[in-house]
């Protein structure tokens, strides 16, 4: 299991908690009672509330508190980027960060792979995706027993097993002072309330500010006039490094009604505190400068997070050159209405009612579709010198910064589509997609080349591209009918375009497909006849490399060891010359292999060990399965039975993780159960056992270092 090192080690992916946490004792010790698996409902629990109100802090905080009932981990799903119907399945898989490879449902998916797990699911944000989200939850908790949900949304989920709670304002409290608590994130009244709470963000924008005797009534007066709402205080203390707490109190009377008027206006309570932070929101903005109001307003565009040259790019134009926007971006931050990323301090994101406000004002402004393909074309750009750069030492950072721009390719492609200029999203698909297939969003890519592969595209490179990186995502999802399909295809239009490399490319889907499915000679033939031409910086060259691999490895299976370790060397000289690590760490595998089959045992474990760390780089989960395979019958021929048994265990999780053990391979399926017993025969049973269960134990993480270092067994 993949592991939170935030988390003391617990398996997880919850987000390190910044900023101290205020109050909700009651609420807190509720979700205690009704997150302990051992109660046995089994129901979702859904904190409901109007944005701002601090649900997601809640739920987070809650998660943590029971991530100890919860052996396989608490993961959080964040679902606000998402802008389109159908994703919520994925999004869930890129949490868990499950990698399968097949094209089952992904509802089908999932409910397979958490029917024997323990652990704690925290959707956050459903509100705009209700449907799906109830459908997926009703479909989790009736496969998998030992799985509880934790929900935040505007609206309930729907369901009726359903428990609900309303996540109610902060009480604004006079007859005492509570002291605020550290800034560790471990301090905090249980009881305190919105007082507590603005005066410790008071504290951040102005240090030195105290609530006291003489604070305490202006402070009760802001936060009553605030509703108590915890994001409205949160913004208007950070205005303390501008305005004195007077000044503050007075300017919210000017812009704010009173509640009694609110009340005489607004027939209920949750939509008084929606209009209420709508206001508090619209003040903030008020006290912003025209700049810094335009920013706000374009930084709506981006999904989930982004970094400083990305905002440069896209919102800047007309009265807001570029050289302005970090300036800008830092005061926003200093306002709390940008926040920096939880996890990536060169990253920054928006909280949902913020972006919602800034998206409002972006239409207001006739803007919104303008900034939508600004933000399209950077991400094409983007994705486009991905590809272009992929086959080179800049893999490592193409693979890491596709990984933190998800959301934001994900959204880009949404455009393109909605668009329906086919040239446009057939040329996304095809970089997008491709980088989507080696950074394991084999699911997403499937999505996006399929929509434009069936609109008909002109013949031409791009189409090449998309043909080959949907041919090639065919091949790891195990279905071989269909890269038969695409491979043909694609040769076809290869032969079309001219473009020599781009026929050698098209050689490794229709060499991988007849791999596959146990037609070596015919592979052989195949893959050894492709040119050899100069190998390429881009996805061409990538495709380059990925034909001598796949020669490598139909030599491997055909028994011919010399000839597939001379061709896995040629490729590793051509990685290590080039610093990529995609096909060079699957040709240290294949080295690996070549010297267990030589008996050169002392060569295969670090070879195999030089695979994961590659493979690691790259998050390429099934790289690590098919390789720790290897490593652990290299340790067990090398006398280290115990360790074999450990790492036994280790692959079969992550195979787990990748969603087909041993890729259903016959072969590989036979070594498999073939290692099982040789490390049993050394070890004896009841020692295989207690190895085995300890393998089981690690998490992803650990487990992936345990079987890169070298320490001996205990």
């Known amino acids: 299991m993949p592991e939170d090192r ?16 205020v109050g909700r004792g009651h609420e807190l010790a509720w979700l205690d009672a009704v997150l302990d698996p051992d109660d046995g409902h089994g129901r979702p629990v859904t904190l409901v509330g109007p944005g701002g109100v601090g649900k997601t802090r809640l739920a987070l905080r809650a998660a943590r508190r029971a991530a100890h009932h919860y052996p396989d981990g608490v993961w959080l799903v964040e679902l606000s980027p998402l802008r389109a119907r159908g994703l919520v399945g994925f999004a869930v898989v890129e949490a868990l960060r ?23 699911l925290v959707l956050d944000s459903c509100e705009h995706v209700l449907p799906d989200c109830a459908d997926l939850v009703r479909a989790v908790l009736a496969a998998a027993p030992g799985v509880r949900v934790l929900a935040t949304s505007r609206e309930s989920l729907g369901l009726g097993s359903e428990l609900r709670a309303e996540v109610d304002p902060l009480p604004v409290r006079t007859d005492c002072l509570a002291p605020p608590g550290g800034p560790d994130g471990t301090g ?47 913004l208007a203390a950070a205005r303390l490094g501008d305005l004195t707490l007077e000044r503050l109190d007075e300017r919210l009377r000017e812009s704010l009604p009173s509640p009694l008027d609110l009340l005489a206006a607004e027939p209920g309570r949750g939509e008084l505190r929606h209009r209420t932070l709508r206001t508090a929101i619209g003040w903030s903005h008020e006290l912003c400068a025209p700049l810094e109001r335009l920013l706000w307003a374009r930084l709506s565009v981006f999904a989930g997070g982004f970094d400083a040259t990305a905002a440069e790019e896209v919102c800047s134009g007309g009265p807001l050159p570029a050289a302005l926007i970090a300036g800008l971006l830092e005061r926003l931050v200093e306002q709390s209405i940008v926040l920096r990323h939880r996890t990536q301090q060169d990253r920054y994101q928006l909280l949902d009612s913020v972006r919602e406000f800034g998206g409002d004002w972006l239409r207001a402004l006739g803007e919104e579709r303008a900034l939508r393909l600004r933000h399209l074309d950077h991400y094409r750009r983007l994705a486009a010198r991905g590809c272009a750069e992929w086959n080179t030492g800049s893999q490592v950072l193409w693979c890491e910064r596709t990984l933190a721009d998800h959301a934001n390719l994900r959204a880009a492609m949404d455009c393109a589509l909605s668009e329906r200029d086919t040239a446009v999203s057939l040329c996304a698909a095809a970089d997008i997609g491709f980088l989507w297939r080696h950074c394991g969003h084999l699911r997403d890519a499937q999505h996006c080349l399929d929509q434009v592969l069936t609109a008909d595209p002109q013949p031409g490179p791009d189409c090449v591209r998309a043909l080959w990186a949907r041919g090639a995502v065919a091949l790891l999802q195990g279905d071989l009918d269909g890269a038969a399909r695409w491979a043909a295809v694609c040769a076809t239009a290869a032969r079309e375009q001219g473009e020599p490399v781009a026929v050698v490319a098209a050689a490794y889907l229709t060499g991988s497909h007849l791999l596959l499915t146990g037609r ?38 055909s028994g011919d060891h010399t000839r597939a370790r001379e061709v896995a060397d040629e490729v590793r000289d051509e990685s290590a010359r080039r610093g990529e690590c995609w096909a060079g760490a699957f040709a240290d595998c294949f080295v690996a292999e070549a010297d267990l089959a030589d008996g050169d045992l002392l060569a295969a474990v670090p070879n195999a060990r030089a695979a ?47 969603g087909r053990a041993q890729m259903q391979s016959p ?20 020692a295989y056992a207690t190895a085995y269960e300890e393998g089981l ?17 205990r």
């Open 6 to 21: 935030t988390t003391g080690g617990r398996a997880g992916n919850l987000p390190p908690e910044t900023r101290s946490f």
């Open 98 to 120: 499950l990698h399968d490879r097949s094209t089952r449902p992904v509802a089908e998916v999932l409910c397979a792979w958490l029917r024997d797990k323990r652990l704690l």
């Open 188 to 234: 905090g009244d249980p009881h305190g309330d919105a007082l507590d709470l603005f005066a410790q963000r008071a504290g951040e924008a102005a240090p030195g500010f105290a609530l006291d005797a003489s604070t305490a009534d202006a402070v009760a007066a802001v936060c009553r006039r605030l509703d108590g709402m915890p994001l409205a205080i949160e």
């Open 520 to 557: 070596l000679a015919e592979a052989v033939a195949v893959l050894d006849a492709v040119e050899p031409l100069p190998v390429r910086d881009d996805w061409l060259g990538a495709a380059q490399l990925q034909v001598r691999l796949a020669l490598s490895l139909a030599h491997q299976l």
């Open 612 to 658: 994961l760390v590659g493979h690691s780089l790259l998050h390429n989960t099934l790289g690590v399965a098919f390789t720790l395979d290897v490593l652990a019958s290299a340790v067990v021929a090398v006398g280290d039975g115990r360790r074999a048994a450990r790492l036994l265990a280790i692959g079969q999780r992550v195979w787990e993780l990748v």
């Open 667 to 686: 072969d590989l399926m036979a070594a498999r159960l073939d290692r099982e017993r040789r490390v049993r025969r050394k070890i004896g049973e009841e």
């Open 697 to 713: 134990g690690m998490s992803y993480e650990r487990g992936v270092a345990y079987a890169v270092s070298g320490a001996p067994s």
